[in-house]
């Protein structure tokens, strides 16, 4: 594997991180939007909300418990395929490694010990860049996943609200 392939490789979670940060602050935007039209709404209905009043507020708590479900069970299955990923990477790297090494140990001159030392080295830094890779990648991906469907409701309810109030 080339030098720009790791690099790029290397790059990969950065990316995928940044844009789960994008989306946590635009969530976070656009909550506030909508505890500001539902608070809105609370103080305008006062003390005798009407049954819109009453229907929305039982929707805020709905919504939250199902995103909150779906969130859990997408993290659980992602945490799940992410367990099976890592065994592999664990496997792979053992076999390329025990490889290695026993190449190593096999030499039979000085030459070939150096040739294997340099692929031992070698096999080792690339694989480290590569599993880092994978496994911040892969845990980005499964955060991600887990803010979707929060994600999802807030969007909506800002885009449902704001037509009520008529903006």
């Known amino acids: 594997m080339n030098t720009s392939t790791l690099f790029g490789m290397s790059l990969n979670p950065l990316r995928l991180w940044s844009e ?10 656009s909550s506030a939007q909508v505890i500001g039209y539902r608070s809105n709404r609370m103080i305008s209905a006062g003390i005798t909300p009407d049954a819109t009043d009453r229907r929305e507020m039982a929707l805020m708590g709905q919504e939250k418990l199902a995103a ?27 076999l390329t490694g025990v490889t290695s090494m026993l190449s190593l140990a096999a030499s039979r001159s000085p030459q070939h010990s150096v040739i294997s ?23 980005a991906r499964v955060v991600q996943k887990g803010l979707d469907p929060i ?8 885009k449902r609200l704001a037509k009520r109030q008529g903006r």
């Open 151 to 158: 994600r999802s409701r807030v969007k909506g309810n800002v």
């Open 20 to 29: 789960f940060a994008w989306k946590a602050g635009e969530m976070l935007l």
């Open 68 to 94: 909150a479900v779906e969130s859990a069970h997408a993290m659980a299955q992602g945490s799940l395929d992410l367990n099976r990923q890592f065994a592999a990477l664990i496997s792979r790297q053992m």
């Open 117 to 139: 030392q340099r692929k031992l080295a070698k096999d080792i830094l690339t694989d480290s860049v590569v599993a880092a890779s994978q496994v911040a990648s892969s845990s």
